[in-house]
Structure formats: structure tokens, C-alpha cells
């Protein structure tokens, strides 16, 4: 019997060598003994392995267009023989044989010393007066700076690198293994440097060879008007230097706004309370309202109703782009007065009697809420 070797694979008969290659990837890293733990996985895999042998060979594929079956006992194939069923190769290295760095195997030959720094992020706090008008604020940044005893370059004065002798400065080791597949190479990154190629003979006394050193350095950030809580300002290159004293990360500096005694921020707006007594609410009152950097008369209308606003324009945050303010928005709390003297009282019952407002007298005992429900419940 003839295996289906295109239907193993899943592609059809006039599928390129790309496409039989990115099919038997696909069911490798689904089937790999390695990455699925499964045992029918593992005759699945065996399988797979066959059909990509037969299949990315011309002159077997030939073979198999023309109806014959070249793993089969006698069926012509060169080679053939118990290849299919050859032993597994680790499944990386199936995908760094064929797919390269695409595979995850990573960039080959050695790396280089100098790399880039990591961006490094600090937090701020900030009043909401400073967030509001900006300010310059120090900060405190813990990073590595370029070691100036060997400017980076992380070897002794007077010494230099020298050529790794276990990899011969190709940062890795290979290894070549004959497989099902043909010859694998796979290659590990070298021990002996850390996969540089190079090795440090004398190493810098002041950073050991990283050719930065850990330190503690004061700046000064300019932090501009109407900026907001969670907001990142990027100070280039102000982050690590990197690995060999390589080029510096940036430094971003993360804005937190301590929250406000008086004022709530939405935005660019200010919200504040204020409490206004009955009195004045129903009479009407002109109040003084401390802004952010200005005092403000604001009018209370008489007859002001509790939960009442008033807007005051551009006295909010100074809005970051473009020019421009937000609004403070002052809530009017209206207070009943808690405690009143005998006289308040004549005066305020006097007061409803003119409105027609008359109000019923608490009891000594219960008071007018518990009579209110006796009633209800009918005992009155
Ligand atoms: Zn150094
Ligand atoms: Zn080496």
C-alpha cells in the first residue's frame, strides 16, 4: 500500500519546497515528541518525519508522483531504509536545522559586548500646584554609567580582549549529527565567553569587565504646566548604559499627583466644596474662593438650592497643549443649622408661620417621627 504522503503533510501535489517546508514545521512543533507529551504524538511525528524525508527529496518525490512508495521494502528509493523511523533529534534542533533564526534558534556568530542600555522609569510625586504650573523637580536616579576607568571597554589600561580558544571567536560550539534528516548542525553558544568570542585576560578593577558601574546620580527633570497623574515624560538617553558601555537607555519619569485637600481634578477642571449655611443660601452672599493662584469673588444667588454649582472659567489646570485653562467647578453644600437656641427657634417658627409653613412641635417623649409612625401603625 502507498502512504499519502502529501496528505501527511497536509499540502497538495504541486506544493513548492516552501510550503511542504512551512507545513512539516507547523505539524513538528505540534507533534515533536519533545513538546507533546502524547504517545499516538509520537507515531504522528514518526509520520510527519517520513512524509517531509520523502517529500523534500526530488528524486523521491518523483518516486511518489509516479505511484510508487520509496520507503517502502524495495521500493527503489536511494537510501532507503529504516530512516523514517530513525532516531528523534532534539526539536530545536529540527528548527534551527531548517528554519534558522526563524526557529527561535537566535542570531548566529558571537554577540557583541557593546549593546544598548535597558529604559529605565522612576516615579514622581507631585502637588497639584506643581502639576498644574510645572516645575523643575530634582530627582534621585539609580543606573549604570559608563565606567571611566576603561571608557567601556571593561579591560585593564595597557591590556585588550583576546580571541575565545574553546570557540575560536565563534562565540558557539558546533555540533553536527547525522539524523533521518540528513546532517543537523546545531550549535550552542560558547561557555568559555558567554558567546562573545572574546575573553577579558585583565579585567577592569573598577567594573570587572562590564565597562559600566552602578551609581547614583542627582538630575534636575522640567516638568511643564498641565501635566496629569500617570503621564510619562522620556528623558533620553538617561536610562542604563548598556552592557561593553553601550549606548544609555532612556529615563522615563512617571507623574503621580498626591491627591488635593481642597481641590478634586477631572482633567484639566477643579472641583471643590464649599458650604453655604441656609441662611445665606436663601438670602444670597458674595464668597471668596481661593483658586489654585488667585482669590475669586463668587455670588451665591439668593434662593440657592442644595447641590448647586458654580463655574468659574479658566481658573482649572493650565491644559498642556495649546493654550488655555480648565474650569473650577464650586459646589454649593447648603447647611441646616445643627443646634439653635430658643430665641432662632421663635424666629425661624415665625418665620414658617408667615410662609404658611407651619411646622409641628417635637414632644418631649418620642418627638415627631415616632408619633408619625405610631399613626401608621395605628396605636395613636
Ligand atoms: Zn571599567
Ligand atoms: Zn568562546
Do not use: K
Given at each position: 500500500m502507498t502512504r499519502d504522503y502529501y496528505g501527511i503533510l497536509g499540502v497538495s501535489r504541486d506544493a513548492s519546497d516552501d510550503e511542504i517546508k512551512r507545513a512539516y514545521r507547523k505539524l513538528a512543533r505540534q507533534y515533536h515528541p519533545d513538546v507533546n507529551p502524547d504517545p499516538k504524538a509520537h507515531d504522528r511525528f514518526k509520520e510527519i518525519n517520513a512524509a517531509y524525508e520523502v517529500l523534500s527529496d526530488d528524486q523521491k518525490r518523483q518516486i511518489v508522483d509516479l505511484?510508487?512508495?520509496?520507503?517502502?521494502?524495495?521500493?527503489?528509493?536511494?537510501?532507503?531504509?529504516?530512516a523514517g523511523a530513525g532516531p528523534f533529534v532534539g526539536f530545536q534542533d529540527i528548527m534551527d536545522a531548517f528554519f534558522?533564526?526563524?526557529?527561535?534558534?537566535?542570531?548566529?556568530g558571537p554577540r557583541p559586548r557593546t549593546r544598548p542600555g535597558a529604559d529605565a522609569i522612576l516615579r514622581l510625586e507631585l502637588d497639584l500646584q506643581e502639576t498644574a504650573f510645572g516645575v523643575e523637580a530634582p530627582i534621585t536616579v539609580d543606573t549604570a554609567v559608563l565606567c571611566t576607568t576603561c571608557s567601556g571597554a571593561?579591560?585593564?589600561?595597557?591590556t585588550h580582549l583576546a580571541t575565545c580558544e574553546a570557540c575560536g571567536g565563534r562565540g558557539e560550539i558546533q555540533s553536527v549529527q547525522r539524523t533521518f534528516l540528513g546532517q543537523v548542525v546545531s550549535s550552542r553558544p560558547c561557555t568559555v565567553c558567554q558567546g562573545y568570542g572574546t575573553v577579558i585576560p585583565?579585567?577592569?578593577?573598577?567594573c570587572a569587565g562590564d565597562g559600566r558601574v552602578r551609581t547614583r546620580r542627582s538630575l534636575t527633570v522640567k516638568i511643564p504646566a498641565g501635566v496629569e497623574d500617570g503621564m510619562r515624560i522620556r528623558l533620553a538617553q538617561q536610562g542604563e548604559v548598556g552592557p561593553g558601555g553601550g549606548t544609555a537607555g532612556d529615563l522615563y519619569v512617571e507623574i503621580h499627583e498626591r491627591p488635593h485637600d481642597v481641590y478634586s481634578r477631572k482633567g484639566d477642571d477643579l472641583h471643590c466644596r464649599v458650604t453655604v449655611p441656609m441662611t445665606a443660601a436663601a438670602l444670597g452672599t458674595r464668597l471668596t474662593i481661593k483658586t489654585l493662584d488667585s482669590e475669586e469673588p463668587v455670588d451665591v444667588k439668593p434662593g440657592t438650592q442644595p447641590g448647586s454649582t458654580v463655574r468659574l472659567r479658566a481658573r482649572g489646570v493650565p491644559h498642556l497643549r495649546g493654550t488655555g485653562r480648565g474650569d473650577l467647578f464650586v459646589h454649593l453644600d447648603v447647611r441646616t443649622p445643627t443646634k439653635i437656641d430658643a430665641e432662632q427657634e421663635r424666629i425661624l417658627r415665625e418665620f414658617a408661620k408667615t410662609r404658611g409653613e407651619e411646622v409641628a412641635e417635637l414632644t418631649k417623649q418620642g418627638g415627631f417621627f415616632s408619633r408619625m409612625r405610631d399613626a401608621f401603625n395605628g396605636h395613636a
Open positions: 505511484g510508487g512508495d520509496p520507503l517502502a521494502p524495495g521500493g527503489g528509493g536511494a537510501g532507503a531504509g529504516p534558522g533564526a526563524a526557529g527561535g534558534g537566535g542570531a548566529r571593561g579591560t585593564a589600561a595597557g585583565h579585567p577592569c578593577p573598577t
